[in-house]
């Protein structure tokens, strides 16, 4: 049986909701999407409020008594959105995954468009806000944010903060997301070697309510910038970057110092007034501070490891007991 678990990250959106869930269930039920699957076809949705102080909570409960595919994940207060999607990750049951935003600006009627791309065979479809309906003062950060993701990770796609995404289970099963790390998610992906693509999809200005996003994200989105690029490229082998930063600092140290001391010895230059020592002396600190930095990350990320570092697409003549060793995605 196929199932599909869409999940809706919600705060304060009480305008929004009831056509919202209409669509959704409307595009539920479209022959269309029926049509991709041979088999059965099921669906939840998983509401996760993210501690909306509106009657956002309310109105889903109410609705639930008589939607019995509808859910809801309530915060006790705002976590934002990157926590509201592992909660929805978390509790999903369906093969499936698909994220949308509560605002009505993303249109569930794409889900089947991306779903059918889905199974041209890749793992992660993201939606594409190829015209963008927002004022300008989201759409040119926006794109600047795309641009430079774009550059440092060399994955070809135009909007990796889409709110509308279609995944396979094993991507959600395997994302390790903190901050506000959803708007890299493409890139946590690719790196785990899951195939990417995207597709242009229909997007609408925001009817009701505001944006829950405003200049503080660029900040933010900076940090999670860098802490992304660091485990991209270095998680599992943090000596590479501190082991490297400290040596070429000590090893620096020690020329410096080096050279002060044969200048004392041979030139009998006096010591104790040359700038120069204290820089010696700082970086020979410093390297000893990074290596020793390095080494507790090597000892951290060999801890910490819960699950195995790889991801499996397949395996092929194992028994169920060996395939659970590796976190086989079946
Ligand atoms: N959202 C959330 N928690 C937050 C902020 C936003 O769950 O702390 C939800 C919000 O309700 C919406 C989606 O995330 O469903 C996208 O937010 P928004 O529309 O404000 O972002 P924008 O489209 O303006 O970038
Ligand atoms: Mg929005």
Same mark, same amino acid.
């Given at each position: 049986?196929?199932?599909l678990? =869409?999940?809706?990250p !919600?705060?304060?959106?009480?305008e929004?909701?009831? *056509? $919202? +869930?209409?669509? &959704?269930?409307?595009?539920?039920?479209?022959?269309?999407?029926?049509d991709?699957?041979?088999?059965?076809?099921?669906?939840?949705?998983?509401?996760?409020?993210d501690?909306?102080?509106?009657?956002?909570?309310?109105?889903?409960?109410?609705?639930?008594l008589?939607?019995?595919?509808?859910r809801?994940?309530?915060?006790?207060?705002n976590?934002g959105?990157?926590a509201?999607?592992?909660?929805?990750?978390?509790?999903?049951?369906?093969?499936?995954?698909?994220t =949308?935003?509560?605002? !009505?600006?993303?249109?569930?009627?794409?889900?089947? *468009? $991306? +779903?059918?791309? &889905?199974?041209?065979?890749?793992d992660?479809?993201?939606?594409?806000k190829?015209?963008?309906?927002?004022?300008?003062?989201?759409?040119l950060?926006?794109?600047?944010?795309?641009t430079?993701?774009?550059?440092?990770t060399?994955i070809?796609?135009?909007?990796?903060?889409?709110?509308?995404?279609?995944?396979?289970?094993e991507?959600?099963?395997?994302?390790e997301?903190?901050?506000?790390?959803?708007?890299?998610?493409?890139v946590?992906?690719?790196?785990?070697?899951?195939k990417?693509?995207?597709?242009?999809?229909?997007?609408q200005?925001?009817?009701?309510?505001?944006?829950k996003?405003?200049?503080?994200?660029?900040?933010?989105?900076?940090?999670?910038?860098?802490?992304?690029l660091?485990?991209?490229?270095?998680?599992?082998?943090?000596?590479?970057f501190?082991?490297?930063a400290?040596?070429i600092?000590?090893?620096?140290?020690?020329?410096?110092s080096?050279?002060?001391?044969?200048?004392?010895?041979?030139?009998?230059?006096?010591?104790?007034?040359?700038?120069?020592?204290?820089?010696?002396?700082?970086?020979?600190?410093?390297?000893?501070?990074?290596?020793s930095?390095?080494?507790?990350?090597e000892?951290l990320?060999?801890?910490?490891?819960?699950?195995s570092?790889?991801?499996?697409?397949?395996?092929?003549?194992?028994?169920?007991?060996?395939?659970?060793k590796?976190?086989?995605?079946?």
């Amino acid at each position: 049986m196929t199932s599909l678990s =869409i999940i809706v990250p !919600l705060f304060n959106e009480q305008e929004s909701l009831p *056509d $919202l +869930i209409e669509q &959704l269930y409307a595009a539920m039920h479209e022959k269309e999407l029926h049509d991709l699957f041979l088999e059965t076809f099921s669906f939840e949705i998983i509401m996760v409020d993210d501690g909306s102080t509106d009657s956002s909570c309310t109105l889903i409960s109410n609705m639930i008594l008589s939607m019995p595919e509808l859910r809801l994940i309530s915060f006790q207060r705002n976590y934002g959105k990157t926590a509201a999607l592992s909660a929805g990750f978390m509790a999903a049951t369906g093969n499936y995954i698909c994220t =949308i935003d509560a605002d !009505l600006q993303d249109d569930p009627f794409a889900i089947k *468009d $991306l +779903i059918k791309r &889905l199974q041209e065979g890749y793992d992660l479809v993201s939606g594409w806000k190829k015209e963008r309906k927002d004022p300008i003062s989201k759409t040119l950060p926006s794109k600047l944010f795309n641009t430079i993701t774009r550059l440092f990770t060399g994955i070809p796609i135009h909007d990796f903060n889409c709110g509308l995404k279609v995944y396979r289970k094993e991507v959600t099963r395997r994302l390790e997301l903190r901050g506000d790390m959803h708007r890299y998610i493409p890139v946590l992906a690719e790196w785990m070697g899951f195939k990417i693509t995207e597709l242009p999809v229909r997007h609408q200005a925001r009817k009701f309510g505001t944006t829950k996003y405003n200049a503080s994200r660029f900040f933010s989105g900076l940090f999670d910038f860098l802490s992304v690029l660091f485990i991209i490229r270095y998680l599992q082998r943090p000596m590479h970057f501190f082991g490297m930063a400290g040596l070429i600092s000590f090893l620096l140290g020690f020329t410096i110092s080096l050279y002060v001391t044969l200048d004392k010895i041979l030139l009998h230059k006096p010591v104790s007034n040359r700038p120069i020592l204290f820089l010696g002396i700082l970086l020979l600190i410093l390297g000893v501070q990074l290596f020793s930095t390095g080494l507790l990350g090597e000892m951290l990320s060999t801890s910490s490891s819960k699950e195995s570092s790889f991801a499996v697409r397949e395996t092929l003549n194992l028994t169920s007991g060996q395939v659970g060793k590796f976190s086989n995605p079946n």
